[in-house]
């Protein structure tokens, strides 16, 4: 089965604080995806990469940056953390484009 | 950027009875994807569909895709208490982007006993 796993469940960060947010997956997918999920908002796309070192803005990229330095893993960063980025962030994988997309289990983020 | 439009945002039912969600898109889509979240958790995919007009079905679900490709609805009959949770379309960027994914946002269903 795909394994895609997310480094915290639950975090809670300061106002300003960099924050780093970790996506691993164990099956050579080519993409991997940034989401946020807000009540009423669904699934918006942060930020997606389709191979090592490469990636396109989503929808919503402004406050955030990512990197994929290794293909298994996916970093998403909040260069200076606010209280509207409290939010749900959600990691996804696919092999190819066009194919199906794996989650990993969320991680809840509050910015106090 | 593409966008998605889903429909309704809640349904509520009662056991037995059928529901539908819809998604629309002003553009032409290559194929489109759909996946269930149960509460507390993390989307899983259902379902791709690919050509006009196709129609799938996996059990008590029906998958449509529209003709010219715009919009697509999953139908659920006769619901159960556990086909609660959130219903997501997601379309897949044509051209030359290298693989966005773009969501709906989605329908949650709640089924009462």
């Known amino acids: 089965d795909v394994k895609v796993t997310q480094s915290s469940r639950y975090l809670v960060k300061r106002t300003g604080e960099k924050v780093f947010l970790e996506c691993v997956q164990d099956?050579?997918?080519?993409?991997m995806f940034w989401y946020r999920q807000d009540p009423g908002l669904g699934l918006r796309l942060i930020y997606f990469?389709?191979?090592?070192?490469?990636?396109e803005k989503g929808d919503i990229p402004e406050g955030y940056s990512v990197s994929r330095e290794k293909k298994e893993r996916f970093s998403l960063i909040l260069e200076s953390a606010s209280t509207n980025q409290t939010s749900m962030y959600l990691c996804?994988?696919?092999?190819?484009?066009?194919?199906?997309?794996?989650f990993g289990q969320g991680t809840r983020l509050t910015v106090v | 950027g593409q966008q998605v439009m889903q429909i309704p945002q809640y349904q509520h039912v009662q056991e037995g009875e059928d529901f539908t969600t819809y998604c629309n898109s002003s553009?032409?889509?290559?194929?489109i994807q759909w996946y269930k979240q149960r509460p507390g958790g993390h989307p899983v995919f259902l379902i791709q569909?690919?050509?006009?007009?196709e129609v799938k079905k996996q059990k008590r679900l029906t998958f449509q895709f529209g003709e010219a490709k715009k919009n697509s609805s999953l139908h659920i009959t006769a619901t159960q208490t556990t086909d609660v949770g959130t219903y997501f379309c997601?379309?897949?960027?044509?051209?030359?982007?290298?693989?966005?994914?773009?969501f709906g946002q989605g329908t949650i269903l709640t089924v009462h006993p």
């Open positions: 996804a994988s696919r092999l190819l484009r066009n194919t199906e997309a794996f």
């Open positions: 099956m050579d997918h080519e993409n």
């Open positions: 990469s389709y191979d090592v070192k490469m990636k």
């Open positions: 553009t032409t889509l290559s194929n």
């Open positions: 569909l690919v050509k006009s007009g």
């Open positions: 997601a379309a897949n960027a044509g051209g030359t982007s290298y693989g966005k994914l773009t």
